[in-house]
């Protein structure tokens, strides 16, 4: 039998039970790293894992957790300028932080203490979750060989493609007229930009969750090796088939982060344009559930007021999602895939959404979903939802089908077996 080999993953958070699409992500990359290697997790945050994190990526086959205390270098800076009032002098903060001489600046002394427990580990391969750490990866590759001599095998895992996530949140800051958090927004673009430019080469492979994303980054730098691992939903036992009906109250869905800007833009879209869009021109009582975590107290008031029910970290979401019969998305930032429209799709809820909110997944408008690229489109769509039962029953049983053949976990462990192959 092979030996199993030895990874560290070194990310800022461990999965939290109900947490973001990137918890979700990181989640289902641990559980299935595990199954095939000796998994040892590095955490580097200011606030120590909580402990029934730990228990739950220990009972998923985690061998240990180890915490480093930050923020170090750059990111404490960072969390420095952020913490300022809005003005002038942080925006000069930021501005001197993005400029790419400050990004190398430091990290030295985050990566020693990680070479510290890979001494002790001594691991086959690396794995950085996310952009924030990259740079780290220079210092380990350079003082960390195995026996043969050969530098050890390292991932970066960018998720989405942050060179241009952030130029879109602050399209979106734009049309609110919050242009100085939109000059901030495109200043930390700038950043990852710079830092992924200058330390991509270091990494044996950069992966990201979408096809369309590999293929905008491998045009673009075309030394490094990208691939894919894909954003998956476990299959979700129906209990049974889900009443669709054009009459009664429409239970309507929205999940995501409530305090990230593309998903504040989408809540507002709903409860000012959507909703109030429906519920006209049906005559039916539009009912929003809105479920997601660490939102403002000041939005979530608002959009209670405009007749949403809020949920903050909800501890399960299957009874959410259970009474609903719709789930819109009106998403005009952000990058990769959705997980959010996995989720919805893995519980027979027919989605509306925008090209920007479904795009890096195969679903095909008017087969698996509808796509709308306007508000009045998204209404048009709704709409059109809650007059058809049929075809919320046609469009619900045809995404079902997509996640378990395309997007389920067996997809995810093809994805780390191809991109690990050099060391198992």
Same mark, same amino acid.
Request: with cysteine; hydrophobic share 40%.
């Given at each position: 039998?092979?030996?199993?080999?030895?990874?560290?993953?070194?990310?800022?958070?461990?999965?939290?039970?109900?947490?973001?699409?990137?918890?979700?992500?990181?989640?289902?990359?641990?559980?299935?790293?595990?199954?095939?290697?000796?998994?040892?997790?590095?955490?580097?945050?200011?606030?120590?894992?909580?402990?029934?994190?730990?228990?739950?990526?220990?009972?998923?086959?985690?061998?240990?957790?180890?915490?480093?205390?930050?923020?170090?270098?750059?990111?404490?800076?960072?969390?420095?300028?952020?913490?300022?009032?809005?003005?002038?002098?942080?925006?000069?903060?930021?501005?001197?932080?993005?400029?790419?001489?400050?990004?190398?600046?430091?990290?030295?002394?985050?990566?020693?203490?990680?070479?510290?427990?890979?001494?002790?580990?001594?691991?086959?391969?690396?794995?950085?979750?996310?952009?924030?750490?990259?740079?780290?990866?220079?210092?380990?590759?350079?003082?960390?060989?195995?026996?043969?001599?050969?530098?050890?095998?390292?991932?970066?895992?960018?998720?989405?493609?942050?060179?241009?996530?952030?130029?879109?949140?602050?399209?979106?800051?734009?049309?609110?007229?919050?242009?100085?958090?939109?000059?901030?927004?495109?200043?930390?673009?700038?950043?990852?930009?710079?830092?992924?430019?200058?330390?991509?080469?270091?990494?044996?492979?950069?992966?990201?969750?979408?096809?369309?994303?590999?293929?905008?980054?491998?045009?673009?730098?075309?030394?490094?090796?990208?691939?894919?691992?894909?954003?998956?939903?476990?299959?979700?036992?129906?209990?049974?088939?889900?009443?669709?009906?054009?009459?009664?109250?429409?239970?309507?869905?929205?999940?995501?982060?409530?305090?990230?800007?593309?998903?504040?833009?989408?809540?507002?879209?709903?409860?000012?344009?959507?909703?109030?869009?429906?519920?006209?021109?049906?005559?039916?009582?539009?009912? *929003?559930?809105? =479920?997601? &975590? /660490?939102?403002? $107290?000041?939005?979530?008031?608002?959009? !209670?007021? #405009?007749?949403?029910?809020?949920?903050?970290?909800?501890?399960?979401?299957?009874?959410?999602?259970?009474?609903?019969?719709?789930?819109?998305?009106?998403?005009?930032?952000?990058?990769?895939?959705?997980?959010?429209?996995?989720?919805?799709?893995?519980?027979?809820?027919?989605?509306?959404?925008?090209?920007?909110?479904?795009?890096?997944?195969?679903?095909?408008?008017?087969?698996?979903?509808?796509?709308?690229?306007?508000?009045?489109?998204?209404?048009?769509?709704?709409?059109?939802?809650?007059?058809?039962?049929?075809?919320?029953?046609? *469009?619900?049983? =045809?995404? &079902? /089908?997509?996640? $378990?053949?395309?997007?389920?976990?067996? !997809?995810? #462990?093809?994805?780390?077996?191809?991109?690990?192959?050099?060391?198992?």
């Amino acid at each position: 039998m092979a030996k199993r080999p030895t990874i560290c993953l070194i990310g800022q958070t461990l999965p939290a039970a109900a947490g973001t699409g990137s918890d979700l992500r990181l989640r289902h990359i641990i559980r299935t790293l595990s199954c095939f290697s000796d998994l040892h997790l590095i955490m580097v945050s200011e606030i120590p894992p909580d402990p029934e994190d730990i228990r739950n990526v220990q009972s998923a086959g985690v061998i240990d957790v180890h915490h480093i205390g930050g923020p170090f270098a750059v990111e404490q800076d960072y969390a420095v300028a952020m913490h300022m009032q809005p003005g002038p002098e942080r925006l000069e903060l930021l501005r001197r932080l993005s400029a790419a001489e400050h990004m190398m600046g430091g990290n030295h002394v985050l990566a020693a203490r990680i070479l510290e427990i890979m001494a002790e580990v001594k691991p086959d391969a690396v794995h950085f979750s996310r952009v924030n750490l990259m740079q780290c990866n220079g210092y380990i590759r350079t003082a960390l060989f195995d026996e043969g001599g050969a530098r050890v095998f390292s991932v970066l895992d960018m998720d989405d493609d942050e060179t241009i996530s952030w130029d879109r949140i602050a399209e979106v800051q734009e049309r609110y007229r919050l242009d100085a958090l939109a000059m901030e927004s495109r200043i930390r673009g700038k950043k990852v930009r710079a830092v992924f430019e200058s330390s991509i080469e270091n990494f044996s492979a950069v992966t990201v969750c979408s096809n369309a994303d590999a293929e905008r980054l491998s045009k673009r730098y075309k030394s490094a090796k990208f691939d894919v691992i894909a954003n998956v939903y476990p299959d979700i036992p129906l209990s049974s088939d889900r009443l669709f009906t054009n009459r009664g109250p429409l239970n309507m869905i929205f999940v995501g982060h409530l305090s990230y800007v593309p998903n504040i833009d989408a809540i507002e879209i709903l409860t000012r344009v959507v909703a109030p869009g429906i519920q006209q021109r049906t005559g039916r009582d539009v009912r *929003l559930t809105i =479920a997601g &975590r /660490r939102g403002e $107290a000041r939005d979530i008031e608002r959009w !209670r007021r #405009r007749g949403a029910t809020v949920h903050e970290s909800p501890p399960d979401l299957d009874g959410l999602y259970a009474s609903a019969h719709v789930a819109v998305t009106p998403i005009r930032a952000g990058g990769g895939t959705r997980i959010k429209i996995l989720e919805a799709f893995a519980h027979g809820v027919p989605v509306v959404s925008t090209p920007i909110g479904i795009e890096g997944l195969d679903a095909m408008d008017g087969q698996h979903a509808l796509i709308r690229d306007s508000l009045a489109g998204l209404v048009d769509g709704a709409v059109q939802l809650a007059d058809d039962p049929e075809l919320c029953r046609k *469009l619900a049983a =045809a995404a &079902r /089908r997509l996640v $378990a053949e395309s997007y389920g976990l067996s !997809r995810l #462990r093809q994805d780390l077996r191809r991109v690990y192959a050099p060391v198992l």
